[in-house]
Nanobody, 117 residues
């Protein structure tokens, strides 16, 4: 059974930082594209950042130059370093694992991030 478990969320003041972690129990983790998505109140789920099996990264326009995604294939972990947080970053953040060639796509249960003074 595949599981993605997020951790590291919580309440932070504007301008602060948080680091999200996602632990994946999936075989051949290194072959997956990993991503972080978020869904704010009354909003659709959106891509925050993604990292391919080869280490290429992409970011949503609203988080470029503030967030950094990384992965540790040996530990089957993916991270999202979030800096200069803004109130509009408040959302439930979801970890995603995708292996397109095998039509595999998995989601974590989500973790709340609240940016407020």
């Amino acid at each position: 059974q595949v599981q993605l478990v997020e951790s590291g969320g919580g309440l932070v003041q504007p301008g602060g930082s948080l680091r999200l972690s996602c632990a994946a129990s999936v075989t051949s983790f290194s072959m997956y594209t990993m991503g972080w998505y978020r869904q704010g109140p009354g909003k659709q789920r959106e891509l925050v950042a993604g990292i391919t099996s080869g280490g290429n990264t992409n970011y949503g326009d609203s988080v470029k130059d503030r967030f950094i995604i990384s992965r540790d294939n040996a530990k089957k972990m993916v991270y999202l370093q979030m800096n200069s947080l803004k109130p509009e970053d408040t959302a439930v953040y979801y970890c995603n694992a995708e292996r397109t060639t095998w039509a595999l796509n998995y989601w974590g249960q989500g973790i709340q991030v609240t940016v407020s003074s």
